[in-house]
């Protein structure tokens, strides 16, 4: 049974920066398609950004594209979510997510159709001046 356990949020003014972790136990992230979402207050979850097992592919919603990063150390077995340059709207509960695909896949599915079989518990991001 895979354990995602999300970290590293907090209350950052606009045009800052934060780094969420994801650590995994249980088993190895290196089977795993991972992706990040978020919900906003009074909105609907959403896919922000996913990354494949290889760690060879990534995607990531257009709002973030330039300013997001998601990254993978096996060592660590954790992902990554460097959010630079924040706003606003990126104010929310950001989840981890896996979905079971097997070692060293290049295919990551759509992030509005990502179904995953684990969620972590989530952490908070508040982007205000």
């Known amino acids: 049974q895979l354990q995602l356990v999300e970290s590293g949020g907090g209350l950052v003014q606009p045009g800052g920066s934060l780094r969420l972790s994801c650590a995994a136990s249980?088993?190895?992230?290196?089977?795993?398609?991972i992706a990040w979402f978020r919900q906003a207050p009074g909105k609907e979850r959403e896919g922000v950004s996913c990354?494949?097992?290889?760690?060879?592919?990534?995607d990531y919603v257009d709002s973030v594209k330039g300013r997001f990063t998601i990254a993978t150390n096996n060592a660590k077995n954790t992902v990554y979510l460097q959010m630079n340059s924040l706003k606003p709207e990126d104010t929310g509960v950001y989840y981890c997510?896996?979905?079971?695909?097997?070692?060293?896949?290049?295919?990551?599915?759509?992030?509005?159709?990502?179904?995953?079989?684990?969620w972590g518990q989530g952490t908070q991001v508040t982007v205000s001046s």
């Open positions: 990354i494949s097992s290889s760690g060879s592919s990534t």
């Open positions: 249980g088993d190895t992230l290196e089977l795993y398609t």
């Open positions: 997510a896996a979905l079971h695909i097997g070692y060293g896949s290049t295919w990551l599915p759509p992030l509005s159709g990502f179904d995953p079989d684990y």
